[in-house]
Nanobody
Framework: QEQLVESGGGLVQAGDSLRLSCVIS????????VGWFRRAPGKEREFVAA???????LYANTVKGRFTISRDNAKNTVYLQMNSLKPEDTAVYYC????????????????WGQGTQVTVSA
């Protein structure tokens, strides 16, 4: 079973940047699509971004142009660079993996991390 560990969350002000990391154990990292999701208090979990094994990316409209997802297969790590953060980006951010193409539905992902908190103050 794969293990995913997120890091990089924190408390920032609106307009600031953060970079989240997701380190994934396992021998097949390079074949995975990796997605980032988030859950804000009182809200449903929502898709943020995903990157395929070949580097194709998919973004939610709410973060397009502000967030960038990337991966380093040599380090078994996927990053989420978040710029121009807004208070509405406040949430627990989770990474998850699946075989196959990028998808924005959480139920299609097989393994999940424990999450990292991002708080953006106004």
């Amino acid at each position: 079973q794969e293990q995913l560990v997120e890091s990089g969350g924190g408390l920032v002000q609106a307009g600031d940047s953060l970079r989240l990391s997701c380190v994934i154990s396992g021998r097949t990292f390079s074949t995975y699509t990796v997605g980032w999701f988030r859950r804000a208090p009182g809200k449903e979990r929502e898709f943020v971004a995903a990157i395929s094994s070949g580097g194709s990316t998919l973004y939610a409209n709410t973060v397009k142009g502000r967030f960038t997802i990337s991966r380093d297969n040599a380090k078994n790590t996927v990053y989420l660079q978040m710029n121009s953060l807004k208070p509405e980006d406040t949430a627990v951010y989770y990474c998850a993996v699946r075989e196959g193409a990028t998808r924005n539905m959480a139920r299609l992902y097989d393994y999940w991390g424990q999450g990292t908190q991002v708080t953006v103050s106004a």
